[in-house]
């Protein structure tokens, strides 16, 4: 509230570019009747306004919104008007000429002093429960007073509103962030099938006019841009786990490896491998996040494997609120210092020209594990094979909300 | 009757001048030999297939590949108003983009497309994509042959 016009305007502009919602009036009844309709964190005032003085608005404002808080300005500071502003319940006090800097570091002040403000009435409601919590069966419910009582329950019910339009905002991002891989990857894609094609069509139609080394390049564009390919696949799977909605089934996991199994055929067959697996339970779950979770470790074990004869073991361990899976292969075994790092995403331990891949496979199934509200470790040694297990929840209904 | 649309012609509707190109390529170099008509944005289809403006002489083609994220009309509302019109709703349309999103595959067969096909990154897998198309909607599957058909003997058709 400001009788002078640019004053006004500018100190608007300076908040609004950090993001403050801000509403001006350039009377006192002006700034009333909006007070009125609304509330404010924080009142920006003249000390003189055309229709009345600073120090009379302030005591309107807190009849009307006592949680609002005051800023006074003044161009003619005085021990006088000072200390009426003050008494008047003014919270801080500026003097022009001022610097749009400074209204935002006092309004910044204020604002986070309100917010501490709520925490503390925050830590009352805790203490409050935990006293709550404590108390004796039988003890009588409430050891406040009904005043008290209601208190709690008024800033209880308010912080439960905070919380609620947090998590809102937080559900938000969360999904916006899913959406904005989901779509990045998508975008990704184009340019590079540009790329791929171009490259392709080169070497396939002017191999004659480019020289051996010229084609050992656009050959190099070319795996390039299929390992790209690949990589973006594996980020689209990975931001569809907990995100693709599919129906929690019963699945009997004897067929479901036996379905894996075929179509690993190709490998296993060329590699001359072997799949165990023997009365594994029937589980309720989603079937293309178990199949795709199975597939990664059944894959990497025959993957990372120089056995003349690769073996891989599935094993199921019935608890009495989990199962127990684990997959061991006779594989090239992981050295201890890299199991923590082994499921992060893009994690390789190997070169390409090793063993191919683009080190999302494990980062999935840790991503897919967690989200039927479960754990994955590993347990190897370099040179012994190596054993994952991963444990999940029997009932879907404790697997992770989203997922269903 | 099976087999007539053979020499059909395909309609592309494509705003990416390298899609365009690829998908030229690809139909060259497994030398199909049905005539390839692109449009690049959405409007221009509908301007393509009800014969309007300077497309009042289009051939009806043998199917339609439609992309999704179009400038102007976008491939769903392309899709959609072919789909409701009784003479054009009978011409096949398949999608071809590379969208995998679950939305928009479900989406384009809510409203009425009639395969919907992801563009393969690989170009040696893009070519066999396209010939599988053709094969399959100019060759294998039944449609109602309207294509030599003058526009006002489909209307009376549609009746």
């Known amino acids: ?404 | 009757m099976k087999g007539i649309l053979q020499k059909s012609p395909i309609l592309l509707v494509e705003d990416n001048e390298d899609d365009i190109l690829i998908t030229k390529k690809a139909i060259e170099k497994r030398q199909i030999m049905n005539n390839l008509f692109v449009v690049h944005d959405g409007q221009e289809a509908l301007d393509f297939l009800r014969r309007t403006g300077k497309y009042e002489n289009a051939p009806r083609p043998g199917f339609v590949l439609l992309d999704l994220n179009m400038p102007k009309l976008d491939g769903f509302e392309v899709l959609k108003e072919i789909k409701r019109h009784p003479e054009l709703k009978s011409i096949p349309i398949i999608i071809l983009t590379t969208s995998e999103r679950d939305e928009d595959v479900s989406k384009a067969y809510a409203l009425g497309c009639n395969s919907y096909i992801v563009k393969s990154v690989d170009f040696s897998k893009f070519i066999n994509t396209v010939i599988e198309i053709r094969q399959y909607w100019l060759e294998l599957a039944e449609i109602p042959s309207t294509c030599d058909s003058k526009p006002d003997l489909w209307g009376n058709l549609s009746v």
């Open chain 1, 1 to 404: 509230m400001d009788d002078d016009k640019i004053i006004l305007r500018s100190l608007q502009k300076a908040l609004e570019m950090e993001k403050y919602s801000v509403d001006t009036a350039e009377t006192g009844q002006q700034a009333i009747e909006k007070l009125k309709d609304q509330s404010f964190n924080l009142t920006l005032l003249d000390i003189k306004l055309p229709d009345m003085e600073g120090t009379e608005l302030i005591k309107e404002i807190d009849k009307i919104r006592p949680e609002v808080k005051k800023i006074m300005i003044t161009g003619f500071p005085t021990i006088e008007n000072t200390r009426e502003s003050l008494n008047a319940g003014a919270d801080a006090f500026l003097v022009k000429p001022i610097s749009p800097q400074q209204v935002l570091e006092v309004v910044r002040k204020k604002v986070k002093e309100q917010e501490e403000n709520d925490n503390l009435s925050l830590e009352k409601v805790k203490k409050w429960i935990e006293r709550q919590m404590d108390r004796k069966p039988g003890e009588n419910i409430a050891n406040v007073s009904e005043e008290e009582a209601k208190n709690l329950l008024f800033i209880l019910d308010y912080h439960n509103q905070l919380l609620q339009e947090k998590n809102r905002l937080l559900n938000q991002s969360n999904d916006d962030l899913q959406n904005y891989t989901y779509v990045v990857s998508h975008d990704l894609k184009a340019p590079l099938r540009s790329i791929q094609s171009f490259s392709t069509f080169l070497l396939e139609d002017y191999s004659n006019k480019i020289d051996e080394t010229g084609q050992d390049y656009l050959r190099r564009i070319v795996k390039a841009a299929t390992n790209m390919n690949e990589l973006i696949g594996d980020l689209l799977i990975l931001s569809r786990v907990g995100r693709k909605f599919t129906e929690v089934e019963k699945i009997d996991l004897n067929n479901l490896l036996e379905e894996i199994v075929s179509d690993l055929c190709p490998t296993i067959k060329k590699r001359n491998a072997e799949v165990i697996f023997q009365s594994l339970p029937t589980v309720n779950t989603q079937r293309i996040w178990i199949k795709q979770l199975f597939m990664n470790l059944i894959d990497n074990g025959l993957k990372f494997n120089k056995s003349a004869t690769p073996r891989i073991e599935v094993q199921c361990k019935i608890e009495p609120e989990h199962y127990l899976f684990s997959v061991r292969d006779n594989g090239i075994g992981i050295d201890k210092q890299y199991h923590g790092k082994l499921f992060n995403l893009f994690e390789r331990l190997h070169t390409q020209e090793e063993f191919e891949g683009t080190g999302a496979g494990l980062a999935i199934c840790k991503r897919i594990v967690e989200n039927f509200g479960g754990t994955i470790w590993v347990e190897s040694e370099l040179g012994k094979g190596s054993t994952f297990y991963f444990k999940i929840p029997k009932k879907p209904d404790s697997q992770k909300k989203e997922m269903l």
